[in-house]
């Protein structure tokens, strides 16, 4: 760790993050479609109901029982029922493939930043952009950094950026993350109509 997380602006929620890699990549999984103060501060609504966060617990839930409490007020996302689907396949595929350590994904077989990068990609809910963005997160703010992980990252490992999650270290940096997204979104629509 680099520093104190500061990604939901809820010091026990950011807290979670800090010392769970699993909560943090869950965190990230569910950074779309929602406020990222929101989607980061899943892992600890989850926590909450569950008493953990842990990949084995998760991908052994009843998928019937953990939809329910992922949409129990207030929900881990705006489609909790989606997101609780994907969340278990994400926690199968971390039980499945580094045996329920998240942290191996980032440290099995000293892997460098290309290899982190697709090891990420393969994972459900995990495009090339949140994968990107995720590395970014690990490098700038969790202390993973492996060899040419800027690189892989592509413009989110920049550093001085506030593109993303990765760059967002207190609420000023969250509002400036913001504004350049506002500013990409409305520049996506005028190329569109354009």
């Known amino acids: 760790m680099t520093g104190n997380l500061c990604l939901t602006q809820d010091p026990a929620s950011d807290a979670l993050l800090e010392s769970n890699p699993f909560a943090l990549l869950v965190g990230m999984m569910l950074d779309q479609q929602i406020p ?7 892992p600890k609504k989850i926590a909450d109901r569950i008493g ?5 617990v998760i991908a052994d839930y009843n998928p019937d029982e953990f939809t329910a409490l992922c949409s129990e007020t207030p929900a881990i996302h705006r489609f909790p029922g989606s997101m609780s689907t994907r969340l278990q396949a994400l926690a199968q595929a971390i039980v499945d493939e580094y045996d329920g350590e998240v942290s191996r994904l980032w440290t099995e077989g000293d892997p460098d930043g290309a290899e982190v990068l697709r090891r990420l990609k393969r994972l459900p809910g995990f495009g090339d952009q949140k994968a990107r963005i995720f590395l970014a997160l690990l490098g700038k703010q969790y202390g993973v950094t492996p060899k040419g992980w800027r690189t892989a990252a592509g413009d989110y490992g920049k550093a001085g950026t506030h593109m993303s999650v990765a760059d967002v270290v207190d609420a000023d940096s969250l509002q400036e993350v913001r504004a350049y ?8 629509k005028a190329a569109k109509q354009a």
Do not use: L, T
Request: no cysteine; glycine share 4%.
């Open 36 to 42: 990222m103060e929101v989607a980061f501060a899943g």
């Open 52 to 56: 953990e966060v842990d990949a084995r």
């Open 181 to 188: 997204k506002k500013k990409m979104k409305a520049a996506a």
